[in-house]
């Protein structure tokens, strides 16, 4: 299966950016190309945003003592109070900041490296450092074909005011609704997403490729249009060569409630790693859930930041909540390995965000998705999800981050809905296997690893 057998040791750097929706793919692409004999060296910004990253990390470590880490030192910051905006896009700001440290780091390594995987967040940063080495740079964008569509296209949708004036000019395929654009997008004035959108989105035509984690069953349109030069002129390469497999380092937890329910019963809700609802919007989840009469299990989340989250789930729900919740569910409010979740027989549906690794774990496990988006990609995803039929999406719902209330009784009705839906079940099983036939011997993505590795082989 590997591609071995060359004496030749091909050797790639990987720089990730803040948030386990960023790292955690890096992570899964650094054990694959440690299976197929590429020496990694997994470049770590450090510190970390949350301890979920710092705990991913040093699993990785210690799984792969092969792959070598170094780390890129942040600089102290001259303005704390800039990070009130959003701790993880701030950290991409203080990695910009602390460039300068990076050539001589990649310099450094030994062997000489072939190429570079940086986050797409950092694209306009470390594009211009990687040209002066000389040293090929590939981004890794996180999210889906559709969202890069946006990404690349965004600068072009901006007036002189910085304002978008005309949002539907992602040419070449079916126009984006102004409700998916991710609010802070909209808004007049600068803020650090747009920024980070305009610029990175831009530089993205600079760089030796774009890797992205989907696969072309499920994106065969789109990933065409951006190799086709539909979307935009002169882009690199867009090589699809996910969805990338669960490693087995990621941690592993036992939870006997789970255990004792009966196959396909419980629904699974969770937001991903950095979304708190509003408390209202948590105790009426809650009831919906209580409501629905399903079976569930709800990671509870109220900071964004994981070392901040540090109420009881009594505080949070108040002890009538809690008691009900007992009834049908089972509440936590800690980390729990998602994708060991979804793989458990005894879960049948996820209310979800739709963060792109949320999505991608989900149609690796074949389980149906109930979409509530809460802010960034992620209606962009939702709408992916209906699309290929892996589930449903109320647009009613909105976003998150305060727009609305949605109320127990709709979500107790979307709830009855997804779990008893039969066709779902059969189509989820089809999309389960078809993810899976893309990294398995001779799918559409492994073969695109392969020939992307032979390249780099080339570059030595
Ligand atoms: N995750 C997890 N346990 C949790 C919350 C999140 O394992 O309690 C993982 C999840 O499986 C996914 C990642 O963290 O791999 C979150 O990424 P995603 O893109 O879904 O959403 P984000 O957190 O970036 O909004
Ligand atoms: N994002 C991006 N480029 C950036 C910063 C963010 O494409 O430079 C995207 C990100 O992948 C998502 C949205 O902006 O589409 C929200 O970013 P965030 O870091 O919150 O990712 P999420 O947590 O939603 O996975």
């Not at 209310?351 to 774990?361: A, K, M, P, Q």
């Not at 949605?406 to 997804?418: C, G, L, T, Y």
């Amino acid at each position: 299966m590997s591609d071995s057998g060359d004496l030749q040791v091909t050797h790639v750097a990987l720089l990730p950016s803040a948030g386990m929706g960023h790292l955690t793919p890096f992570l899964r692409l650094a054990a694959l190309l440690t299976a197929h004999n590429v020496h990694v060296t997994f470049i770590t910004p450090s510190p970390t945003v949350s301890l979920a990253e710092s705990l991913s990390l040093s699993h990785l470590f210690t799984t792969f003592p092969q792959i070598t880490q170094k780390h890129l030192h942040l600089l102290p910051l001259d303005q704390p109070s800039a990070n009130s905006e959003d701790p993880f896009y701030y950290h991409f700001e203080l990695i910009r900041r602390s460039s300068h440290l990076l050539p001589p780091l990649l310099s450094s390594l030994c062997p000489p490296l072939s190429a570079i995987i940086t986050d797409m967040s950092l694209t306009s940063t470390v594009n211009p450092l990687t040209d002066s080495l000389g040293l090929p740079n590939y981004i890794f964008f996180t999210s889906s074909a559709k969202m890069l569509t946006f990404y690349v296209s965004f600068h072009t949708m901006l007036g002189p005011n910085h304002e978008i004036e005309d949002h539907t000019k992602v040419s070449g395929l079916e126009q984006i609704p102004k409700a998916w654009i991710p609010p802070p997008l909209l808004r007049g004035g600068n803020n650090l997403l747009k920024t980070f959108f305009l610029e990175n989105g831009k530089k993205m035509t600079e760089s030796s490729g774009i890797l992205v984690n989907t696969y072309e069953s499920i994106e065969r349109e789109t990933l065409a249009a951006l190799n086709e030069g539909k979307v935009l002129r002169k882009l690199p390469s867009v090589i699809a060569i996910g969805p990338l497999a669960p490693c087995i380092f990621e941690e592993s937890q036992q939870l006997a409630w789970l255990d004792d329910q009966p196959t396909g019963s419980v629904l699974y809700v969770s937001f991903g790693s950095r979304t708190a609802m509003s408390r209202d919007q948590i105790r009426e989840l809650g009831d919906g859930l209580v409501r629905s009469g399903c079976r569930f299990l709800w990671v509870v989340k109220d900071k964004k930041v994981d070392v901040e989250d540090d109420k009881k789930l009594i505080e949070v729900l108040g002890q009538g909540l809690l008691e009900r919740v007992k009834k049908n569910g089972f509440a936590v409010k800690n980390w729990l390995n998602q994708q060991e979740i979804l793989s458990h027989p005894a879960i049948g549906g996820f209310l979800s965000h739709c963060g792109w690794n949320s999505l991608t774990e989900a149609l690796w496990n074949g389980v149906r998705i109930l979409a509530w988006p809460q802010h960034g990609d992620q209606k962009i995803n939702a709408d992916l999800v209906e699309r290929i039929g892996l589930g449903t999406w109320d647009k009613s719902w909105g976003w998150g981050e305060g727009e609305m209330l949605v109320k127990a009784q709709d979500i107790a009705e979307r709830v009855r809905e997804i779990m008893g839906n039969k066709l779902l079940r059969l189509q989820t099983d089809h999309i389960r296997e078809e993810a899976r036939m893309a990294v398995g011997d001779g799918g559409s993505s492994t073969k695109r690893l392969y020939a992307l590795i032979k390249i780099w082989k080339r570059v030595q």
